[in-house]
């Protein structure tokens, strides 16, 4: 009679491998499939220069944008080669439609505002106004005049300001106009035109007591996934403790605060700026 020698421990083992093995294969697959995504960025790409980018063979790239085409998350284009597909619309709208830019960027603004011990503001653009979405308080003793709501002037604080540096100069000249015959302030436009431009360059802002007498700040804005400015932030203090070294100084915090919050939002740096949809 034969005897059943098999050990059951033993092929419980077998088992737990091969799932193990599967496992990693399926994770492998899912690293390629994302890191293919990743070279089609900048717009349609042949197959052949696809498999260059990847490392891989041609039949395994042909293999896995075929099953990335059949999900819809790429598109083949006869002549010119794959492309992102229709399904990452879908997905990247929905994302947007889910997005809290006040949830995402309190954790970045709550650490600039512990750091520097100064009012950190959030706001984005709100018709011809910034309207202020969020406020950190800060350590020291000063008294700024600002709310979770306000709307706030565009050409006279820093995060208005901050919020116009896409757009055209006479985009620029449009709200100073308007808001100087609303009598917000009386500025002389050819040094706010040379100091916008400057600030275009740098990439933020300053407000150097134009909103409020002995209140200064630094304010950098906010990019989407497009490239657009969706919003921006602002550091503000008392001018005893905003001097034009301090204000210098700290504008590499706030840019790289901002910069924080935008990667946040899927912004990647370098990507061509594209103007935001005005509300």
Request: glycine share 8%; hydrophobic share 40%.
């Amino acid at each position: 009679m034969r005897q059943n020698t098999s050990n059951p421990e033993s092929g419980e083992m077998k088992i737990v491998e091969v799932e193990e093995k599967s496992k990693a294969a399926g994770s492998q697959t899912l690293h390629r499939g994302l890191d293919l995504l990743d070279q089609v960025i900048d717009g349609p790409i042949k197959l052949a220069d696809l498999s260059v980018r990847m490392g891989l063979t041609r039949s395994t790239t042909h293999r896995l944008a075929n099953a990335m085409v059949e999900r819809g998350f790429l598109t083949f284009l006869p002549r010119e080669g794959y492309q992102l597909g229709p399904k990452l619309l879908q997905l990247g709208f929905l994302a947007q439609s889910q997005t809290d830019i006040v949830q995402i960027a309190r954790p970045h603004i709550e650490s600039l505002a512990a750091a520097s011990e100064d009012v950190v503001h959030l706001g984005r653009l709100d018709g011809d106004q910034a309207l202020y979405l969020d406020k950190i308080p800060g350590r020291r003793r000063v008294e700024i005049s600002s709310r979770i709501g306000d709307r706030h002037p565009l050409t006279s604080t820093g995060l208005g300001k901050a919020l116009l540096l896409d757009e055209s100069e006479s985009r620029w000249q449009r709200a100073f106009d308007a808001e100087r015959e609303a009598g917000i302030h009386a500025a002389d436009y050819t040094l706010w035109l040379d100091r916008m431009r400057a600030y275009a360059t740098a990439g933020r802002t300053y407000d150097l007591e134009e909103n409020e007498d002995q209140i200064r700040c630094v304010a950098a804005p906010i990019r989407d996934a497009s490239g657009a400015i969706v919003a921006a932030i602002s550091l503000s203090s008392a001018a005893q403790y905003m001097d034009d070294d301090r204000m210098a100084a700290l504008s590499d915090d706030v840019r790289a605060t901002a910069n924080r919050v935008s990667a946040d939002l899927g912004w990647t740096p370098g990507l061509k700026p594209r103007r935001a949809v005005r509300r």
